[in-house]
């Protein structure tokens, strides 16, 4: 996706009272310094390359953001001068360096929500070295500035009177690299409004109508309805997200010979964890459904000392880093560290009877509790009947996965709490299972 430019190196002189020695981008807007929402948006839209130009109070906005990866971002810094300012269009010549071929650019007060990867389409099947995005305005939420013609910015002046344009700067233009290349050596101070005039000049400046009205905290009543807009998506945001637990021995990661007892357990070293083909695809294709991943694993063995917390913790770890390489991770991993016998001559703070031990539920209740999660739209996956035991308890549905024969899953049948919703035999199963289930 298009790399971002977001111009933050204005001392934003409108709000500053409001701003209380904060550059514009930290002002808290719905609980959250501005430039996080911003950079949500950005990623919801699958953007991850971001270049900021700062200037004022820019080390506050560097020692904020890092380099992104907070919001799965690569951010980027061009410095300037706070002293000496470049103008909005300076700016741009003075991130060159890191300026891809194609980019957008947005400015650092302003909240854009429209389908960027539409915006992207747009310039790329245009013929121009430049686009601008523009809104219907009718002197709606500012002074209009913009005409428009077959698709073409034919008339920009940020200063226009009134009644003289029906449309608005929307505030996001896409730019070809080598047009800014143009005005390297350009006087500054240089804004960007000069750049876009010469382009409505040379009939070089595509037009791209946005569908939905833009918020920008230049102002004070910008930022309260801002606020407003955003208090409400955080609302909608929070409606509570299907699951996929899923056990971890035997489900995720196969089960290990125990040489001294005799029988299959879990993995107790990092170099025994070996997964289950198709595991790590699986947990690809139903995050992308939006389904949340829970891992939830009866690990008796802490009672019984014969696992340690520290070799748990390096079993898991050497597991996420195995799911990884295949692209997959888990949102959670809940782990019940009891027995309600524990092991002749060990005694053990974790020797109990608990709420959260398979095929009690408690492990699904409190990741419901702790994740937002909706049970009636989640699913319980594992190999034993205690999994599918906690599934059903939970209230939600529950999947067996098994190779074993009909007659061999009869117990199963035997016992109405462990009675599956479904069987798959394997993860490719599982999945047109998830898929065909009803839509989320
Ligand atoms: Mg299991």
Known sequence: MMQVVILAGGVGTRIQAMAGGLPKALIPVARRPFIEHQFTLLAKNQIRDVVLCVGHLGHLIEKHVGDGSRWGLRVQYARENPS????????????????????????????LPIDYAAFVRAFEQGHCPAMMSVYRNAEQWDHSNTRVAEGHVVFYDKKATAGTAKFIDYGLTAFRRDLIQRYIGYPVPLDMAIILQDLVKAHALAAWEAPTRFYEIGKPEGLRELETFLNRMDHADTTRHPAIFLDRDGTINEMVYDETHGLLDSPRRPEQVVLIPGAAEFMCHVRRLGYRIVVVTNQPGIAKGTLTLAELEAVNQRLAELLATEGAQWDALYFCPHHPQGWPGFSSPYVRNCDCRKPKPGLLLRATHEHDLDLTKSWMIGDGSNDIEAGNAAKCQTMLITKLKIEQIERFYTLESAVPTVIATNFTEATSIILSAQPL
Do not use: E, H, I, R
């Open 84 to 111: 000496a300012l470049l103008g909005t269009g300076g700016a741009l010549v003075n991130a060159l360096p890191l300026l891809q071929d194609k980019f957008m650019v947005m400015y650092g007060d302003s909240y």
